[in-house]
C-alpha cells in the first residue's frame, strides 16, 4: 500500500550498506551499480581536476521535497524553525531583516522529477524532455521510471544515482553547466555538469533499511526515523566531502524525507511542519554551522526551495487509481479497444504488441496512443514512431474517460473520479507538440476558449502551465490523451482522486495546495529591500520554479543565463 515510497528507500539503501547488493541483484541491477557507488566512500569526483573555487560571494542551496509554501512559512513565522528563521532575521515589512521569502509557482505536474529538473535548468517539461516522474519516450518505445507509480521495479531509480540517468535523459543545459563555477551536489537528482556528487555514507543505515522492510512486510507505517535518518546522513556526509574538498561556489543539498513521510504519515499538513521543526531545521542548522566554521557565513547566500506541496486524500482503493486491474484506467483503455502496455520497464518479446501506455504522476496521467492501423491484431508491434490518428485514435479514448467519469460507462470506478480530460491534434515525434485542449463531450475546445466558459480560479494559471508541459520539442512526452484527476483542498477529500497506488497524500495538480512554494534568499550582510533589488524582483511579480536558475545566475554574478527568458514572458 506504501510501497512505492518504501522501496524507493530501499532502493537507495540498499546501494548504501554492504547487505545491499541482493537487492540490486534481485531488481535486475548488475554488481557494477553497487560498487562504483559504495568503492566511492560517500561521493563521487564528477570533473577531474574540479573546477577552481572562485573568490567572493557562494550559494547554499537547500532542496526541500514535498513542501508546500504555507507550511514552510508556518513553520518559520511560528517558531517551529528557529535556525531557519535567524538567517531570516526579523520581519521588515513585507520581507525581513536580512531575507525574503517568495511564494512561487510550480510547473505542471506538480511532482518531484519534473519540478526538480525545471528548478535546476530554468526550463519547461515540453522543453527539458523530462515531464513527470515516469514518461514513455514514443520514438525509442522506452518507458522511463526513476521515481516509479505504475511499476514495481527500482533500476532507473538506482541508475539516477549510480549512473546519472536524468543527466542523460534531460535535453538543455543544467544550472551547473551554465554556472561553470565549482559545484558540489548532495543526492539531488540532476547533477550533470557539478564537479561533485554525494551520497549518504554506508556506516549507521542498517537500520533503516530493516526499519523499511519490516514497514513492508508487515504492512504498518514506518516510522519517521526512516526518513529523518536519511535526511541526517546526507548532511553528515556532506560535511564529511567538505572536509575532504573544502566548500564548494554552489552547494546544492536535498532533503528527501519530507516528502517520504508526507506520502505514508497521518494528518501529513501538520505531520509535515513537524517535520520541518524537528528534522529540517536541525539539520539546516548543521549545514549553517559547517560555512560558519569555515569563516564565509556572512559572504554566503543561502536558498531554500521546493518542488510541490502536498494535499491529503484518502488511503483506498475508491480514490488510488491503480495501474492494474478490472476497475482502474487500464481496463477502460481495454474496454475501448486497445491492448495496454504492460507496467514493466522492459517487456518481453510477446508482451510488445502494445497500443497505449500509461504514465502516472500522483494528479495526472498521460495516454499514450499508437496509430493502430500499423498493429491492428494481437501479435503485431506498433510502429511507435508515428503519431495516433486524432478520430480513429485519440477520441475514442478521449470520450471514454469522459463518459466514464460522468457516469460510470465502461469502468464504474471512475465515475466522478476525473476534473478534465485533455487531448490535442497528434504531430510526430520530430515536430513540436501542440498545446493541449479541453474535451468537453462534443470536441476539443482551447484552453483559454474554455477557461473563458468556465473559469477555474482553483487551477493555478492552468493554461500558461500547460502549455509548459505540453507545447514544444518534447511536449509529445506528456501523452496524447491527458487526465487530470478531482484533486485540491477546494473540495472534501471524500472527492479527491489520485493515480496512483494507496497513499495518504498526493500532489502533481494545478491546485494552489500542490502548486505554490516556498522560496527563501537570506543573506546576512544585506537586508530582504536589497535582495529585491539585487535580483530585480519587481513588487508583486508572481514568480515560477523556472526563475530560480536567473535568479542564481544573478546572486553569482555568471553570465551564463544571458538570453534565458524569465517565466512570465515564456
Keep these: ?22 537487492f540490486l541483484l534481485s531488481k535486475g541491477v548488475g554488481p557494477a551499480g553497487f560498487v562504483k557507488v559504495a568503492a566511492s566512500g560517500g561521493d563521487r569526483l564528477l570533473r577531474d581536476p574540479m573546477r577552481p573555487a572562485a573568490e567572493g560571494s557562494r550559494v547554499l542551496l537547500i532542496a526541500l521535497d514535498g513542501v508546500g509554501y504555507d507550511e ?56 527539458t524532455g523530462i515531464p513527470g ?31 546519472d540517468l536524468m543527466g542523460r535523459a534531460l535535453r538543455v543545459p543544467t544550472l551547473y553547466e551554465r554556472l561553470d563555477r565549482r559545484a558540489f551536489v548532495a543526492l539531488a537528482p540532476i547533477y550533470r555538469g557539478a564537479d561533485l556528487f554525494v551520497f549518504p555514507a554506508p556506516e549507521a543505515v542498517g537500520g533503516v533499511f530493516l526499519e523499511t522492510a519490516q514497514g513492508i512486510t508487515s504492512g504498518e507505517s514506518v516510522s519517521r526515523e526512516a526518513y529523518s535518518e536519511m535526511d541526517e546522513e546526507t548532511v553528515e556526509n556532506l560535511a564529511e566531502s567538505i572536509e575532504r574538498h573544502g ?3 554552489l552547494q546544492v543539498i536535498y532533503l528527501a524525507g519530507t516528502d ?17 521543526g524537528d528534522v529540517t531545521d536541525p539539520a539546516i542548522r548543521g549545514l549553517l554551522r559547517l560555512y560558519r566554521e ?10 531554500v526551495v521546493s518542488d510541490h506541496g502536498h494535499t491529503p486524500v484518502l488511503e483506498d482503493d475508491r480514490h488510488a487509481l491503480g495501474a492494474t486491474g478490472s476497475d482502474e484506467p487500464a481496463a477502460l483503455l481495454e474496454h475501448v479497444g486497445f491492448r495496454v502496455r504492460p507496467p514493466k520497464l522492459e517487456l518481453a518479446d510477446e508482451e510488445g504488441d502494445y497500443q497505449a501506455v500509461l504514465a502516472y504522476q500522483g494528479a495526472m496521467a498521460y495516454v499514450h496512443l499508437a496509430d493502430r492501423s500499423t498493429c491492428p491484431d494481437a501479435g503485431m508491434p506498433c510502429d511507435w514512431r508515428l503519431p495516433p490518428r486524432l478520430e480513429e485514435d485519440v477520441m475514442p479514448v478521449a470520450r471514454a474517460f469522459f463518459e466514464a467519469s460522468r457516469t460510470g460507462a465502461g469502468v464504474p470506478q ?60 518534447y511536449g509529445h512526452r506528456s501523452g496524447d490523451v491527458l487526465l487530470l484527476a478531482m484533486s485540491g483542498q477546494e473540495r472534501p477529500i471524500e472527492q479527491r482522486y489520485y493515480f496512483s497506488n494507496e497513499y495518504r497524500s498526493w500532489h ?50 555568471s553570465e551564463g543565463c544571458d538570453g534565458m527568458a524569465d517565466s512570465t514572458r515564456r
Design 508 to 557: 502533481g495538480s494545478p491546485s494552489a495546495q500542490d502548486s505554490y512554494v516556498p522560496l527563501l534568499i537570506a543573506h546576512l550582510g544585506q537586508s530582504g529591500r536589497e535582495l529585491r533589488s539585487r535580483l530585480r524582483l519587481d513588487a508583486g511579480a508572481e514568480l515560477s520554479q523556472l526563475d530560480v536558475v536567473p535568479l542564481l545566475c544573478r546572486l553569482m554574478e
Design 260 to 276: 517520504l513521510f508526507a506520502h505514508v504519515t497521518e494528518d501529513p499538513t501538520a505531520k509535515t511542519r513537524e517535520y520541518l
Design 133 to 163: 516522474n515516469e514518461w514513455f519516450v514514443r520514438e525509442e518505445g522506452r518507458f522511463f521510471a526513476p521515481a516509479p507509480v505504475t511499476i514495481d521495479e527500482f533500476t532507473h531509480t538506482v541508475e539516477m544515482l549510480t549512473e
Design 294 to 303: 569555515a569563516g564565509i557565513d556572512e559572504r554566503t547566500y543561502v536558498v
Design 414 to 473: 471512475l465515475h466522478g473520479a476525473l476534473d478534465l480530460v485533455f487531448a490535442r491534434e497528434p504531430r510526430g515525434y520530430q515536430e513540436d507538440a501542440r498545446p493541449f485542449q479541453v474535451f468537453d463531450g462534443d470536441s476539443l475546445v482551447p484552453l483559454p476558449t474554455y477557461l473563458e466558459r468556465n473559469p477555474r480560479p482553483d487551477l493555478i494559471r492552468l493554461e500558461e502551465r500547460m502549455n509548459w508541459l505540453s507545447a514544444g520539442p
Design 72 to 127: 514552510l512559512a508556518r513553520a518559520v513565522r511560528s517558531g517551529q524553525m528557529p535556525h531557519l528563521a535567524r538567517v531570516l532575521g526579523q520581519p521588515a515589512g513585507d520581507d525581513f531583516e536580512h531575507g525574503i521569502l517568495l511564494r512561487t509557482l510550480s510547473i505542471l505536474p506538480s511532482t518531484t522529477m519534473a519540478a526538480w529538473t525545471s528548478i535546476y535548468t530554468g526550463e519547461p517539461p515540453a522543453r
Design 247 to 249: 566548500i564548494a561556489d
Design 1 to 22: 500500500m506504501k510501497k512505492r515510497v518504501l522501496w524507493i528507500i530501499i532502493a537507495i539503501v540498499a546501494l548504501l550498506v554492504g547487505g545491499g547488493l541482493w
